[in-house]
């Protein structure tokens, strides 16, 4: 079995790597992105401006290594979240579950991306790179197989099953943003989102256990 034990070396080298990666986040939400340099990340971080770049090439890669963390973290808890045992609603409500606790987890990550990105908020994939639509395309096609399956079982109406994940996604969206903007003004939870979306699609005279 292959040793995957990192070494000490490899250890403080992702340690030092968190460390500049909370400072920059912290000074990006207070200043805006365009207004913090690397050397300024540098101080507040406490490393020299010359390891800094050992880290990171430019800004623009360290901001795009916060936006990936973030990404990374909401596709392995969404994907987690999708194959948990239990029936394609119980599927759906571990979902977005999980999205909200990693959204609330990474609140200040994502508050910079809408500002950075301006109009995202309209469209989740707008501004994203490469890699991170992949993850989001995965997230999107697990989530659309457990709607088929659902269909096939005459548990939900007949829509396509891909556009059901894309109008899930876009409502829990919908109030993650809204969130952001108003805070606590409006409260709420994963069972307002699933149960105002499985109003929707649940067949009529379905029985089920909410």
Do not use: W
């Not at 000490?8 to 000074?27: G, M, N, T």
């Amino acid at each position: 079995m292959k040793n995957t034990r990192l070494s000490r070396k490899e250890r403080e080298y992702l340690r030092h790597r968190q460390e500049i990666l909370k400072v920059a986040l912290k000074l990006f939400s207070e200043k805006g992105f365009h207004n913090v340099s690397m050397h300024e990340i540098a101080t507040s971080s406490e490393f020299a401006v010359g390891t800094l770049y050992k880290f990171f090439s430019n800004k623009e890669a360290l901001y795009r290594a916060l936006m990936i963390d973030v990404s990374k973290a909401f596709h392995s808890s969404l994907m987690v979240a999708l194959t948990t045992s239990g029936n394609e609603p119980e599927k759906i409500r571990a979902c977005v579950e999980a999205k909200i606790k990693v959204f609330m987890e990474n609140s200040d990550s994502v508050r910079l991306y809408l500002a950075e990105t301006r109009a995202a908020s309209f469209n989740i994939k707008a501004g994203l790179d490469t890699d991170i639509k992949v993850r989001y395309e995965e997230f999107l096609e697990k989530l659309a197989r457990v709607f088929e399956s659902g269909i096939k079982k005459r548990l939900f109406k007949s829509f396509d099953p891909y556009l059901l994940a894309v109008a899930l996604d876009g409502i829990a969206n919908a109030f993650l943003f809204q969130h952001i903007e108003y805070s606590n003004a409006h409260t709420f939870d994963a069972d307002l989102i699933v149960n105002i979306f499985f109003q929707q699609i649940y067949k009529e005279g379905e029985t089920r256990d909410e």
